[in-house]
């Protein structure tokens, strides 16, 4: 009896466990850009230039008219506040502590760091924690631990629910609201996964990193953009 309780209470708590990981991973809280803005300085001040920082100007009136006309849509409205636009175009829309139309935040505002990379308020610490570590005793920490947090290393499946949400899309799980801005629309609108990842002008340049963080899963990309990455700026956190 005693051992059945002991194996009883073993297994509640690996359940417990378990199922604590995956709610972690599958929702875990977004908290916008700021902090890794102020240590991945590099990333962040090349992210600014891109089409995606810049992605709520889209919705105002009177910007990108000749796109919007070809879409059907009203060059002349602001689509700033429409729940149909603006999840696609902020970070976390709907999500824990994601972007919201009641009480917009600016580090959410524009799709950033937090919508490729995945939600980082649990992974975030991880890292501070890790960079210490290494800088300390040249200790490495496994990517997993980040990846059980929440952390994105294959980056396709966010992609495509922003890329790939329309009718008749290759996408399975598409489902509305839509994009306006399909290939049907134009095909310059088509999502070629592997082209536009490494695309720097609208992910972000790629810097060398010390390699504090190590194994599977490693983006598939990940050696081939730091062997041609620049030498960056770090920060710290503030
Ligand atoms: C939260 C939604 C969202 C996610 C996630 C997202 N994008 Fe985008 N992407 C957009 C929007 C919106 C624009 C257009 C911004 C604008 O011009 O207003 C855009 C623009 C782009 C462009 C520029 C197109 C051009 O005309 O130059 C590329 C390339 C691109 N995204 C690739 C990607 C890749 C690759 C990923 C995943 C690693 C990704 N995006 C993730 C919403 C998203
Ligand atoms: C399902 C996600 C999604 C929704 C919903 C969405 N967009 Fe976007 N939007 C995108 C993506 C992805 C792009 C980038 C397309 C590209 O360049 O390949 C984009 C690009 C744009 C652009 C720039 C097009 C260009 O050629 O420069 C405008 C303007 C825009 N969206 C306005 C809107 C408006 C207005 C709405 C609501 C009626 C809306 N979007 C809803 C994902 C979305
Ligand atoms: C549109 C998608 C996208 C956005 C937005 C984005 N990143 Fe990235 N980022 C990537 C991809 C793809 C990689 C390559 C991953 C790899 O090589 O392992 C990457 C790599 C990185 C790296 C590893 C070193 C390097 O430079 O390659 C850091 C650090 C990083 N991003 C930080 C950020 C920060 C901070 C932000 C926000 C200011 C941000 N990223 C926004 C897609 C994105
Ligand atoms: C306290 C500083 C700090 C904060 C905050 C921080 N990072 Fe990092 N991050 C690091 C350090 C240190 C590394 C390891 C760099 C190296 O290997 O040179 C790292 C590594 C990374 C990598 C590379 C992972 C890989 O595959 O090797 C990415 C991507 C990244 N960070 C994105 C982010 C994003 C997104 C955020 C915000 C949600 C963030 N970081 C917040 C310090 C930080």
């Known amino acids: 009896m005693k051992y059945i309780t002991a194996y009883a209470v073993a297994i509640a708590a690996m359940f417990a466990f378990m199922t604590g990981a995956a709610i972690a991973a599958s929702d875990a809280p977004f908290e916008g850009r700021t902090k890794c803005s102020n240590c991945h300085k590099s990333q962040a001040k090349s992210w600014k230039d891109t089409a995606h920082a810049k992605a709520m100007e889209s919705l105002k009136p009177n910007t990108k008219k000749e796109a919007k006309v070809k879409a059907k849509l009203d060059p002349e409205k602001d689509y700033t506040q429409?729940?149909?636009?603006?999840?696609?175009h902020v970070d976390g829309f709907?999500?824990?502590g994601g972007y919201s139309i009641d009480a917009p935040k600016?580090?959410?505002t524009g799709v950033g760091c937090e919508s490729c990379h995945g939600p980082g308020k649990n992974y975030r610490g991880d890292h501070r924690k890790a960079g210490q570590a290494f800088e300390k005793s040249n200790k490495t920490t496994p990517r997993k631990t980040l990846?059980?947090?929440?952390?994105?290393?294959?980056?396709?499946?966010?992609?495509?629910a922003c890329h790939l949400?329309?009718?008749?899309?290759?996408?399975?799980?598409?489902?509305?609201?839509?994009?306006?801005f399909t290939p049907d629309v134009d095909p310059k609108y088509a999502f070629d996964f592997d082209k536009?990842?490494?695309d720097v002008?609208?992910?972000h340049e790629h810097f060398k990193l010390d390699g504090?963080?190590?194994g599977e899963p490693k983006f598939k990309y990940h050696d081939e953009f730091q062997a041609s990455a620049k030498e960056g700026e770090k920060g710290k956190e503030e």
């Open 82 to 88: 429409d729940k149909d636009c603006v999840g696609c």
């Open 94 to 96: 709907g999500k824990t």
């Open 106 to 108: 600016k580090p959410l």
């Open 147 to 160: 990846a059980d947090k929440g952390q994105d290393f294959a980056f396709e499946e966010s992609c495509n």
């Open 165 to 180: 949400n329309y009718e008749g899309s290759p996408w399975k799980d598409a489902k509305p609201p839509y994009t306006p």
């Open 196 to 198: 536009m990842v490494k």
């Open 201 to 203: 002008k609208a992910m």
């Open 212 to 214: 504090v963080f190590v």
